[in-house]
């Protein structure tokens, strides 16, 4: 238990004292790839017709609409309605904590702050659509012969992004950073 204490007073001390310049300037790339995110979904939701497939690279990519009332590959869309508030809930609270993730990394720690904004940028590009529409609007459609990733959007792509450079860049050892950050 001494080791918890000690990780929870760690993080009290951090939390008073974040660096400075801190990466919360990263949240620009949030903004961009959420504005992204929307404005995908909304050109979908305008030009294409529900699973009407477009395709994109005949063999591989369609444009498909599809709304997806779960999480991903479909998780618990049957569920009732429930996993709307829950995945809004889980959401927001994913977010909460790459905020503060940000807020105590430097700001030219990229390895961290990179994949960081991303997953924020995507958690909350879905949750928009959970709350305005109780589904997320998906239209990307990958395949090969009659096998079809499930459909995904640009915010699952930053999900998944930044889930990946997570672990990559876990792997390596972060180098001190330069003058001012």
Known sequence: MAGLRGQIAAFRAAWANPPRPGALPWLALTIAVLALDQWSKHWAEATLQFRQP?????????????????????????????????????????????????????????????????????????????????????????????YHWPAFNVADAAIVGGAIGLVLFSFSPTRPAGKGG
């Open 54 to 146: 477009v395709p994109v690279i005949e063999g591989f990519w369609n444009w498909t609409l599809t709304y997806n009332t779960g999480a991903a590959f479909s998780f618990l869309a049957d569920a009732g309605g429930w996993q709307r508030w829950f995945f809004a809930g889980l959401a927001f609270a994913v977010s909460a904590s790459m905020l503060a993730w940000l807020r105590l990394t430097p700001r030219g720690d990229w390895r961290n702050a990179l994949p960081a904004s991303l997953i924020i940028a995507g958690a909350i590009g879905n949750v928009v659509d959970r709350l305005r529409f109780g589904h997320v609007v998906d239209f990307v459609d990958w395949y090969y012969g009659s």
